[in-house]
């Protein structure tokens, strides 16, 4: 059981906010259009940013990799490539966050000790706050990844921005050779 599970969840934010706007007031009005599906007290948050991830990927989709092939695997998978990387798009429903994943690249075998010091001492720093980076459990490819909550995703262009933020990053990253990756082609 992990640490956020042995603790009881608290109050869902959307029922706290809807609680603590419509005590003694005849009617609520959402004041944002963002929060307007969240206005109902019974109303399920998850289901709200899962509705909400189902409309904004193919948009996203669209804007990044245009229509065909690649764009039904993206919708898919939730994977497709941006400025020479690999990127994922997913919704952890545990959390309702937005999380985004680009591949850095395949770790040298015989580096792996410096390559995942490397890794801890970027996260332990913080040297780019809000991003973390690791090895993808089932590919051991190294990763950069971030996330944000889906009440902040107002738009597509927050998705925009951080998928463009995390490829240059990486590819800062690898043209630094920060981390000793193997050669691909």
Not at 105 to 134: Q, S
Not at 166 to 179: D, E, K, M, P, W
């Amino acid at each position: 059981m992990s640490h956020a599970q042995s603790h009881s969840s608290p109050q869902p934010f959307s029922q706290g906010v809807t609680q603590g706007v419509t005590q003694g007031v005849s009617q609520a009005v959402p004041v944002d259009p963002l929060l307007a599906g969240l206005a109902a007290p019974d109303d399920d948050p998850a289901q709200g940013s899962a509705d909400r991830f189902n409309a904004l990927l193919p948009r996203v989709v669209a804007q990044v990799v245009g229509e065909g092939e690649a764009a039904q695997e993206a919708l898919e998978t939730g994977g497709f490539v941006l400025n020479e990387s690999t990127v994922v798009m997913r919704l952890n429903p545990d959390n309702d966050y937005l999380e985004f994943f680009c591949d850095i690249g395949l770790p040298d075998p015989h580096h792996l000790e410096p390559n995942f010091r490397t890794a801890l001492e970027l996260n332990l720093c913080r040297t780019y706050p809000g991003v973390t980076f690791g090895v993808h459990p089932e590919s051991g490819r190294l990763v950069a990844t971030t996330a944000t909550h889906m009440l902040l995703v107002a738009d597509d262009e927050v998705c925009l921005q951080a998928l463009d933020l995390l490829t240059g990053l990486v590819g800062q990253l690898r043209a630094n050779r920060t981390f000793m990756l193997l050669e691909e082609r």
